[in-house]
Structures are given as C-alpha cells and as structure tokens.
C-alpha cells in the first residue's frame, strides 16, 4: 500500500493552493542556494585538507635547516 500518483497530485495541488506559485518557487530557489552553499563549503573542506596535506608531505621530504640556537656558533668573538 503505496501512495498513489493521484495522491501525490492532490497533495501538491493543496500545497499550490496554500502557498501559491511565487511563494513555491521562492522557497525552491532558497533551498538550491542552500544546497549548492553546503556543497561548495564541503568541496573548500575537502580541498583545505589536501592544501594542508600536500603541505605537512612537503615538510618532511625537505631537509630540516638548522635553527639560529642550533648553528654553531663563532668562538672567535667572544
């Protein structure tokens, strides 16, 4: 026991009636700038993580330079 197509056709023709057409469509377009909003935020996470990947695979394959208290340091001027 499904809902019938003729079901669904009354349904939305009430939700037409209730809301009207322009009001409908306002909430469509709403709801895609919502989605496509959530998607891009994903794809920047997702591409943020690999940015920081690629950065911390760099990091250990270059050889570390010795820091300004690890350079030995010129006996000669002190």
């Given at each position: 026991m499904?809902?019938?197509?003729?079901?669904?056709?009354?349904?939305?023709?009430i939700?037409?009636?209730?809301?009207?057409?322009?009001?409908?469509?306002?909430?469509?377009?709403d709801?895609?700038?919502?989605?496509?909003?959530?998607?891009?935020?994903?794809n920047d996470?997702?591409?943020?993580?690999?940015?920081?990947?690629?950065?911390?695979?760099?990091?250990?394959?270059?050889?570390?330079?010795?820091?300004a208290?690890?350079?030995p340091?010129d006996?000669?001027?002190?």
């Open positions: 499904g809902i019938s197509i003729w079901q669904l056709l009354i349904v939305l023709g939700v037409i009636l209730l809301f009207g057409t322009k009001k409908l469509r306002n909430i469509g377009s709801l895609g700038g919502a989605i496509r909003g959530f998607k891009k935020s994903m996470e997702d591409k943020k993580d690999e940015n920081q990947d690629a950065i911390e695979e760099n990091a250990d394959a270059r050889p570390h330079e010795a820091s208290e690890e350079k340091r006996k000669s001027h002190s």
